[in-house]
C-alpha cells in the first residue's frame, strides 16, 4: 500500500487563483515528519517545510501555507495567488525515523502548471 | 553559500561505458545520499553513507557502486551503464539519518545512455 498519496497527478490553473495540493499519509507511528519539496524543470528538489507529527499547527510562509490534520492523515499545501514560477512538481514525503526505515518516503508528485 | 554540488549537470556515455557522477557539500553533514529520478516518477533511494558507513538498498543492482573518500565527496559509479539508467541522479545530505532530519538535495546530474 502506499504510504504517501498524492492522489492529483496534475492541476493547471491561471495565474493569480488559489491552489492546493493534497497529500495523504498512512503510518503507525507516532513520530514521524513530514515534507513538501518543489521540483522546478531544472530538476533540484527544493525543501519547503517540514514537520513534525506533533505539531499541528497550520503554518503560511509567504503565499504558501499548509494544513496538517492528522484525524485525516492529510498534510495539505495551498498556494495564494499563484505565479508562472510556481509551475513545478511538488512531491510530498514521510519520514518515520523509529520504523527502521533509512529516508524519505516520496508520493508520486503532482505537477503544478500555472499559465499567465 | 553552504550548498551541494553536483557535476556534471548532464553527462552523456555509451552503453556499457563505465561513468562517474561527482556530488560534493560544504554543509559538513554527516549523511549523504544517492538518488536516482526517472521522467515523472519520485526519486528512489540507491544508498547512503553515514560518514563512512555504507548502506545499499536492497534493490539497488550492482551495477550501481558509490564511494566517499572524505566528508565533503560522493562518487557514483555505474560500471556498465544500460539504457534504463538513463535518467535524473540526485545527490542529497542531511546532518542525521533515519529521517530525522531534513535532506537538502543538489541540482543533479542528467545522464544520458546512447
Redesign the interface.
Known amino acids: 500500500a502506499q504510504k504517501v498519496t498524492q492522489a492529483q497527478t496534475e492541476i493547471s490553473v491561471v495565474e493569480k487563483e488559489d491552489v492546493t495540493l493534497d497529500c495523504v499519509y498512512e503510518t503507525r507511528d507516532t513520530t514521524y515528519?513530514l515534507?513538501w519539496?518543489k521540483q522546478p524543470p531544472?530538476?533540484?528538489?527544493?525543501?519547503l517545510i517540514?514537520r513534525n507529527s506533533f505539531d499541528e499547527q497550520n503554518e503560511i510562509s509567504g503565499r504558501y501555507s499548509w494544513n496538517f490534520q492528522k484525524s485525516t492523515s492529510s498534510f495539505n499545501f495551498t498556494i495564494t495567488a499563484s505565479q508562472v514560477v510556481d509551475s513545478a512538481v511538488y512531491?510530498c514525503a514521510l519520514?518515520?525515523?523509529?520504523s527502521g526505515?533509512?529516508?524519505?518516503t516520496?508520493?508520486?508528485?503532482t505537477m503544478l502548471l500555472v499559465s499567465p | 553559500d553552504a550548498m551541494v554540488i553536483q557535476n556534471p549537470r548532464y553527462q552523456v556515455t555509451q552503453f556499457g561505458k563505465p561513468v562517474t557522477l561527482s556530488c560534493s557539500q560544504t554543509l559538513n553533514h554527516n549523511v549523504m545520499y544517492w538518488y536516482q529520478q526517472k521522467s515523472s516518477q519520485a526519486p528512489k533511494l540507491l544508498f547512503h553513507y553515514y560518514d563512512k558507513d555504507f548502506n545499499n538498498e536492497a534493490d539497488t543492482p550492482d551495477n550501481f557502486q558509490s564511494r566517499r573518500p572524505n566528508t565533503s565527496f560522493c562518487f557514483l559509479d555505474i560500471r556498465s551503464p544500460g539504457l534504463g539508467d538513463a535518467a535524473m541522479y540526485l545527490c542529497a545530505t542531511s546532518r542525521e539519518t533515519g529521517g530525522l532530519d531534513t535532506q537538502y538535495f543538489g541540482p543533479g546530474t542528467r545522464l544520458t545512455v546512447l
Open positions: 515528519y515534507f519539496y531544472s530538476g533540484e528538489l527544493v525543501f517540514r512531491f519520514s518515520e525515523p523509529y526505515y533509512s529516508t524519505l516520496f508520493g508520486k508528485g
